[in-house]
Nanobody, 119 residues
């Protein structure tokens, strides 16, 4: 199937920035939508941002204006630039990919990368 490998998580102070990357390998011909979900302790996993191979995007209201999703189709890689980070952004961030668009989760998931926003 499809393997997704995330990188770029870590500890950052409020107001800081991080850039997450997710590289897809395997049966990548099946992928249309790629994106990021996050899950904080005790909370439901939620969509952060997603993008199709054609460039259509979808963002959670809580990250609009702060996060930017982008994609390099040639490299089969999706990025999430996170600026003006807040403590409430702290979560495990999961890369997601699938055959569908940006408003439904795909079948493939990365292992997750921890993002911690704290002073």
């Amino acid at each position: 199937q499809v393997q997704l490998v995330e990188s770029g998580g870590g500890l950052v102070q409020p107001g800081g920035s991080l850039r997450l990357s997710c590289a897809a390998s395997g049966r990548i011909f099946s992928i249309n939508g790629m994106g990021w979900y996050r899950q904080a302790p005790g909370k439901q996993r939620e969509l952060v941002a997603a993008i199709t191979s054609g460039g259509s995007t979808n963002y959670a209201d809580s990250v609009k204006g702060r996060f930017t999703i982008s994609r390099d189709n040639a490299k089969n890689t999706v990025y999430l630039q996170m600026n003006s980070l807040k403590p409430e952004d702290t979560a495990v961030y999961y890369c997601n990919a699938g055959r569908g668009g940006v408003r439904v989760a795909g079948d493939y998931w990365g292992q997750g990368t921890q993002v911690t926003v704290s002073s």
